[in-house]
T-cell receptor
Framework: GESVGLHLPTLSVQEGDNSIINCAYS??????FIWYKQESGKGPQFIID?????DKRQGQRVTVLLNKTVKHLSLQIAATQPGDSAVYFC????????????FGKGTLLTVNP | DAGVIQSPRHEVTEMGQEVTLRCKPI?????LFWYRQTMMRGLELLIY????????DSGMPEDRFSAKMPNASFSTLKIQPSEPRDSAVYFC???????????FGPGTRLTVT
């Protein structure tokens, strides 16, 4: 079946550098995408979302890019901080009214001081 | 707001025992989701309620699993009888109907020995 997947299971960066976390999706009918952050021992926390009619959306230190041509989603974190260390999940809503999200496997981001 | 509340935070039980996980969604939210998270399978949606009514239970693994939502402020996920392969972290999430932004609780870590 169609699924959401991640290119890199782990990413290690230096504090202050920019981080890019990638996600590939296969369901062309998906119309909404979300990035979640999950710290150790906690539940996933909403970071930023983007609709399929957009290519880019910016938040505070984070930017999500959507390339529908190649079905690729990325999360960019500017000036990465130790507090950004966590597992990051992309999720897609395949449309319809049930708001059912399909989550990727996650990428572990480690920020080195 | 206290956020989504789950109890217990940790549960250790023996195979064959009944396990009941509890969730209190954010006040005013009328959609509720139960997820299971494991290293092997990632974050999986088990069941989704809207206005206390189960809408999609296709993710419930087998008849040993059941979920109820007797009112807008309480839901339970029951496993009877439990098996070691049920060991996982179980998350409850809630949202406003019409919103894709789901708020997750802290999770219940279940260990079945």
């Amino acid at each position: 079946g169609e699924s959401v997947g991640l290119h890199l299971p782990t990413l290690s960066v230096q504090e202050g550098d920019n981080s890019i976390i990638n996600c590939a999706y296969s369901n062309s009918a998906s119309d909404y995408f979300i990035w979640y952050k999950q710290e150790s021992g906690k539940g996933p926390q909403f970071i930023i979302d983007i609709r399929s009619n957009m290519d880019k959306r910016q938040g505070q230190r984070v930017t999500v890019l959507l390339n529908k041509t190649v079905k690729h989603l990325s999360l960019q974190i500017a000036a990465t901080q130790p507090g950004d260390s966590a597992v990051y999940f992309c999720a897609e809503n395949s449309g319809g009214s049930n708001y059912k999200l399909t989550f990727g496997k996650g990428t572990l981001l480690t920020v080195n001081p | 707001d206290a956020g989504v509340i789950q109890s217990p935070r940790h549960e250790v039980t023996e195979m064959g025992q009944e396990v009941t996980l509890r969730c209190k969604p954010i006040s005013g939210h009328n959609s509720l989701f139960w997820y299971r998270q494991t290293m092997m399978r990632g974050l999986e949606l088990l069941i989704y309620f809207n206005n206390n009514v189960p809408i999609d239970d296709s993710g419930m693994p087998e008849d040993r699993f059941s979920a109820k939502m007797p009112n807008a402020s309480f839901s339970t996920l029951k496993i009877q009888p439990s098996e070691p392969r049920d060991s996982a972290v179980y998350f409850c999430a809630s949202s406003f109907a019409g919103s894709n932004e789901q708020y997750f609780g802290p999770g219940t870590r279940l260990t079945v020995t």
